[in-house]
C-alpha cells in the first residue's frame, strides 16, 4: 500500500523546486516502518542543529564531494526527527488522531520515514544515489506541503475532544519542528541543484535562478526586506482591490535599503500575515488612504556575548552554558510564553554565533485597533469570529463565499488556502522566532495598531 | 519611650532607650554610632515581641478604590469624616504590619543591610505610633490623628531611594527574582497607604475649608474637579504639555544651550479626560519624557533631533498614550532587566547614583519644596511632601535606573498597564494604558489582588 501511494505521488507539482526532477524511472523505494524502528529512532536526543550545520558544506556552487557530504548530513538526521513527530502524534488523544484528516497527516510522517530508512542503511557517495536520495526530500516537500491547512481542519472537527490549551501545545511544538525539517529537506534540494554535478548534468539548459551569488541553497545572504514588503504589498492590494474596490498604501520609513541574511519564503509568509490584518483593518475602519507607516530599523552590530547574559539566560532558560535561546536575543516578543526554552534548545535551529546583526520592522496603521476580547485569543491557533455555523460551512469546504483575503496561498506555509482559519498570526511567529526573532502586537483601541516584526539574521557565512 | 518588652544585651538596652527618631540614626551604619559593638559589622534591628505584630499582622486589608474614594468623599458630613479618620487608623497600622513581616521573612544578610535596616526601623516606629492612636471620636481627636499622620509622610520619604540601593547591594544573598517581587509589594503597599493617608488629610482640609457646609450634597457640584486628591477631570493634553515643558527644562539644564532639545509633538484624542491622581501621572509621564529626550540627545547629536511623537487614544473602558522616540532604541545588554530593580551590567553605577539621591530625599525634610505653579490644575502632590517630586526634579544625568519598574508599578496600582518596545538601533515605544476607573466595570476583586495586603 505504501508503495503505490509513493508512484503515484509524483505528479509535475507547482512547487518550484521539484519541477526540475526529471520522471523517476522507478518508484522511489519504501520499507515498513515498524514500531521498533520509530522507538528506536525517537530515543535518539535531536541534534541541536545549528545554522552553520546546514552551510557548512561550503558556498555554492558545491562540489561532488561536498554535495555526498550535505546529502549525509541531512540523512543522518531527518529519521529521527520524523520519529519524534510520529510519536508526537501517537501521543495525542485516540478520538483525535482517528479523525481522518489527522490520520492522514500520521501516514504522510510514516510514509516520509518510509522513503528515508532503505538510504539510511548505506552512505551516499554515488551521484546516482545522491540524485535518488534528492528525489525523496522533494517527495518529501510535496508530501507535507498541506499539512497545516488539514491539520487545521481536523483538529476544528475535532475541537469536541481536545481542549484549546493541549492544541495551542501541541501545534506550537509541531510547527516549529515542522520549519526545522523542511529546512533541512529543502536546503539540501537547493544545494543540490546550485551544485557542479548538476550543472554538469543539466548541461546549461537549467537557467534556474538559483546562481545568485549571495545565495547559500535557501538562504539569501542579501535579502532586504523592502522589496519583499514592496512585493505583498502588490499580492494583497491586488486581492484588495478586487474584492473591496480600495487598494491600500504603504510608506516606507527608515533605512529602507537595509539587507539581512534570511529566508525569503519565511520572510515573506510573515509579511502577507500582517499585511492581510492591516489591510484589511484600514479598508473595514474606513482609513484606507492614509498610507500605513512601515519602519525598518537595522539593528547595530552585535559585540560579544557579555558573561551576564549568558547566565542571565542560563537562569532563565536551563540552556546549555553559550546556547542562544530566545531569551537573550533582544527579541521583542520576550514575553511571548511560547518560547519555551526546552523546545528552543533542541527542536529549533539556532543562528550562528556570531549572528549578524538582525533588524526591526513596525508595521503601523490606523485601522481602529483590537477590541480586548479579541486581543486575548489573537495568538490562538483557529481563532475565528464565526459562530458555528460558519464553522461548519468552512469544515465541509464549501465556504465558496469566503473569496477575498481568506484565499491566499501561502509558499511554505502549504498549497491551497488556509481560508482564514485562523493560523496566520501564530504561525508567522513561529517563523519569526524560529531564528531567534519575534513578532509583538500592541493595540490601541479607538486608534490603530502597531506590530513589531524583529528578525534576527541568520548568521554570517563564510 | 515605648519600653514594652525585655531587652537582651546591654548595648541595646542603652539605644533603645533613645527616642525614635535618634534610635533610627543610630542604626543605620552610615552614621557613626553610640553604640560600644563595632560600628563596621551590620547592626541588627533591634529585638521586639512578636505577638503585638501577629495580632496585627492576622487582620485583612480592606481594599481601596478609585471611585470609593470618589464617592465617599463627595457628600462629607462630619460623621463621615470621623468614619473615615477610624478606617485609617486601622488599616495602616494593619498595612505595615504585613510589610514587617515581609521583611522579617527576608533572609539575615538582607535585613541587616544598612539601607534595608533603615528602612525596617522606619516602618517599625510608624507601626508603634499608629498602633497606639485611639478610637477618634471628635474633630480635634482627628486634627491630632492628622499631626500623627503628616508625620508619618514626611518622615518616609527617603525609603524608595534606600530600598533601591539594598535591593542592589543584597544581590549576592537573594536572587533577583525575588528582590523585584519583594520590591513590588512593598512598593504597591506603599501606595495604597499614602493614598489612604493622603485622602484622609486632604479631605479633612476641604471640610475644614471656609467654602464647606456641612451637609449639604451639593458643595459637591458634579463640576467640583478635585475629591480630596483625586482629580476628576485629569486632561491628558495638559498633563502632558506640563511633564514635556519640565523634562525639557531639566535637559536643556543639564546639558547646556548648546544641545538641541527634541520637541515633543501631541496627536489624538487631546480632549479626553478620566479620574487619577495627578502626582502618579506626572511621575510616570515625566520618567518616559526624560528617557526618551536623554536618548536622543545622546545619539549623534543633530542639529534638529527627531521630535517624540505622542499619541493620546481613547476608548471606552482605557486610555492610552503612547510617546514613540527615535532615540536609538534600548541595548540588548540590558534589555532582560528594563523592569527589574536588581540592574544587570550596569549595578554600580546604579549603586553610586542612588548613593546621591537620599541626601536630596533627606535635606527635604528641612528645606521647603519647590512651590509647584499655582496655575497648573492637577499639581496637588508637593502638599504633603510629594517622594515622586523629589525624584522628577533629579538632574538628568543621575541614572538611578528605577524609573521604568517604579512608573509599571504605580500604572499597575489603578488597573492600568506600561509596555515597551525597543526598534533597536532606531528607537522606542512605551504603550501607557489608564482604566477610566470610576466606571461600572471596575471590579473590585481586581483592587483585592493589586491592594497587595
Not at chain 1, 484565499?407 to 491551497?416: E, K, L
Not at chain 1, 516584526?453 to 548568521?459: F, H, T
Request: charged letters at 20%; aromatic letters at 6%; glycine letters at 8%.
Amino acid at each position: 500500500m505504501l508503495s503505490l501511494r509513493a508512484a503515484a505521488r509524483n505528479n509535475g507539482s507547482p512547487v518550484s523546486l521539484t519541477r526540475h526532477i526529471r520522471p523517476v524511472t522507478r518508484p522511489i523505494h519504501t520499507k515498513t516502518v515498524t514500531d521498533a524502528d520509530i522507538a528506536r529512532l525517537a530515543a535518539k536526543p535531536l541534534h541541536p542543529l545549528t545554522l552553520a550545520d546546514l552551510c557548512k558544506h561550503g558556498h555554492p556552487p558545491l562540489s561532488e564531494q561536498a554535495l555526498f557530504n550535505s546529502a549525509n548530513f541531512t540523512l543522518a538526521i531527518l529519521p529521527s526527527r520524523l520519529a519524534h513527530r510520529i510519536q508526537s502524534l501517537r501521543a495525542l488523544p485516540y478520538i483525535v488522531v482517528a479523525n481522518p484528516n489527522v490520520s492522514k497527516i500520521h501516514d504522510n510522517y510514516v510514509h516520509s520515514l518510509s522513503t528515508l530508512l532503505p538510504i539510511a542503511e548505506r552512505k551516499i557517495e554515488s551521484l546516482k544515489d545522491e540524485v535518488e536520495f534528492t528525489a525523496v526530500m522533494a517527495d518529501l516537500v510535496q508530501t507535507h506541503s498541506n499539512t497545516i491547512s488539514i491539520l487545521a481542519r481536523g483538529f476544528l472537527e475535532a475541537r469536541k475532544y481536545i481542549s484549546k490549551v493541549e492544541v495551542t501545545r501541541f501545534l506550537d511544538e509541531h510547527l516549529r519542528a515542522r520549519i526545522g525539517t523542511r529546512l533541512i529537506a529543502e536546503q539540501h534540494i537547493a544545494l543540490h541543484f546550485s551544485s557542479k554535478p548538476h550543472q554538469k548534468l543539466s548541461d546549461g539548459h537549467d537557467d534556474d535562478k538559483m546562481d545568485h551569488d549571495s545565495y547559500i541553497g535557501v538562504i539569501d545572504t542579501e535579502l532586504k526586506p523592502a522589496n519583499i514588503i514592496r512585493n505583498c504589498e502588490q499580492t494583497v492590494g491586488e486581492i484588495c482591490e478586487l474584492k473591496y474596490g480600495v487598494r491600500p498604501t504603504i510608506d516606507i520609513v527608515g533605512s529602507p535599503e537595509t539587507t539581512i541574511a534570511h529566508i525569503p519564503m519565511h520572510l515573506e509568509y510573515i509579511l502577507t500575515e500582517l499585511l492581510k490584518n492591516s489591510f484589511r483593518a484600514v479598508i473595514e475602519a474606513g482609513t484606507e488612504k492614509e498610507a500605513i507607516e512601515i519602519t525598518i530599523a537595522p539593528a547595530p552590530a552585535s559585540p560579544e556575548e557579555t558573561k551576564e547574559t549568558k547566565n542571565k539566560a542560563g537562569q532563565m532558560a536551563h540552556a546549555e552554558v553559550g546556547a542562544i535561546s530566545n531569551y537573550d536575543q533582544g527579541s521583542v516578543d520576550y514575553a511571548s510564553g511560547s518560547n519555551k526554552p526546552d523546545i528552543s534548545a533542541s527542536a529549533n535551529i539556532r543562528p550562528l554565533r556570531e549572528a549578524t546583526p538582525g533588524v526591526t520592522v513596525r508595521i503601523r496603521d490606523r485601522g481602529g485597533g483590537i477590541t480586548p476580547e479579541n486581543y486575548e485569543k489573537l495568538w490562538e491557533y483557529g481563532f475565528t469570529t464565526f459562530n458555528e455555523d460558519e464553522i461548519n460551512e468552512k469544515v465541509s469546504g464549501s465556504g465558496g463565499g469566503g473569496g477575498g483575503l481568506d484565499v491566499m496561498s501561502g509558499g511554505p506555509a502549504g498549497g491551497s488556502s488556509l481560508a482564514g482559519l485562523g493560523y496566520g498570526l501564530p504561525l508567522g511567529r513561529a517563523y519569526a522566532e524560529y531564528f531567534g526573532g519575534g513578532i509583538a502586537v500592541q493595540s490601541l483601541h479607538g486608534w490603530g495598531t502597531d506590530v513589531y516584526l524583529s528578525l534576527r539574521g541568520v548568521g554570517k557565512v563564510d | 519611650m515605648l519600653q514594652t518588652f525585655q531587652p537582651r544585651g546591654l548595648a541595646l538596652d542603652t539605644l533603645l532607650r533613645l527616642p525614635a527618631a535618634l534610635r533610627v540614626r543610630a542604626f543605620a551604619t552610615a552614621a557613626p554610632s553610640p553604640s560600644p559593638t563595632s560600628a563596621q559589622s551590620p547592626i541588627p534591628p533591634p529585638w521586639r515581641p512578636s505577638t503585638v505584630l501577629d495580632e496585627w499582622v492576622g487582620r485583612e486589608a480592606r481594599p481601596i478604590s478609585l471611585r470609593q474614594l470618589t464617592f465617599f468623599g463627595r457628600s462629607l458630613t462630619e460623621s463621615r469624616l470621623l468614619g473615615s479618620a477610624n478606617y485609617v487608623r486601622l488599616e495602616l497600622p494593619t498595612r505595615i504590619a504585613h510589610r514587617l513581616r515581609n521583611m522579617q521573612t527576608l533572609p539575615y544578610s538582607a535585613l541587616t543591610n544598612q539601607h534595608i535596616s533603615h528602612v525596617y526601623e522606619l516602618y517599625y516606629t510608624a507601626f508603634e505610633r499608629l498602633r497606639k492612636v485611639p478610637e477618634v471620636r471628635t474633630m480635634n481627636d482627628n486634627d491630632k490623628f492628622c499631626d500623627v499622620l503628616k508625620m508619618c509622610l514626611k518622615e518616609h520619604l527617603s525609603v524608595i531611594p534606600r530600598l533601591a540601593m539594598g535591593i542592589l547591594e543584597i544581590q549576592d544573598s537573594v536572587s533577583g527574582d525575588e528582590c523585584d517581587r519583594f520590591m513590588t509589594t512593598l512598593l504597591r503597599s506603599r501606595i495604597s497607604r499614602r493614598v489612604i493617608a493622603e485622602q484622609h488629610l486632604a479631605l479633612t482640609e476641604t471640610f475644614h475649608s471656609p467654602w464647606h457646609f456641612d451637609g449639604k450634597k451639593s458643595h459637591m457640584s458634579p463640576d467640583d474637579e478635585f475629591v480630596g486628591e483625586i482629580f476628576l477631570k485629569c486632561n491628558a493634553k495638559e498633563i502632558i504639555e506640563q511633564c514635556a515643558k519640565t523634562a525639557s527644562e531639566l535637559t536643556a539644564k543639564a546639558y547646556g544651550p548648546d544641545v538641541a532639545i527634541p520637541k515633543i509633538v501631541l496627536q489624538g484624542h487631546l480632549d479626553t479626560t478620566f479620574p487619577y491622581i495627578p502626582s502618579h501621572l506626572e511621575y510616570i509621564i515625566g520618567e518616559l519624557f526624560r528617557n526618551s529626550i536623554q536618548a536622543v540627545v545622546e545619539q549623534e547629536g543633530s542639529a534638529k533631533p527627531p521630535p517624540i511623537e505622542v499619541l493620546v487614544c481613547e476608548a471606552a473602558q482605557h486610555v492610552i498614550i503612547r510617546v514613540s522616540d527615535q532615540g536609538g532604541g534600548i541595548d540588548r545588554d540590558i534589555l532582560p532587566y528594563l523592569w527589574s530593580f536588581a540592574k544587570g551590567p550596569r549595578r554600580k553605577k546604579r549603586l553610586q547614583n542612588l548613593g546621591q539621591v537620599p541626601q536630596l530625599a533627606a535635606t527635604m525634610q528641612e528645606l521647603q519644596l519647590p512651590p509647584s505653579d499655582p496655575d497648573v490644575v492637577g499639581a496637588t502632590g508637593e502638599k504633603f511632601g510629594s517622594p515622586l517630586a523629589t525624584l522628577s526634579s533629579r538632574p538628568p544625568d543621575l541614572r538611578i535606573g528605577i524609573g521604568l519598574p517604579m512608573s509599571r508599578i504605580y500604572a499597575e496600582y489603578w488597573a492600568g498597564s506600561l509596555e515597551l518596545h525597543s526598534l533597536e538601533g532606531y528607537g522606542c515605544d512605551a504603550f501607557l494604558q489608564i482604566s477610566r476607573l470610576g466606571n461600572r466595570n471596575e471590579v473590585l476583586s481586581t483592587r483585592a489582588t493589586m491592594d497587595a495586603v
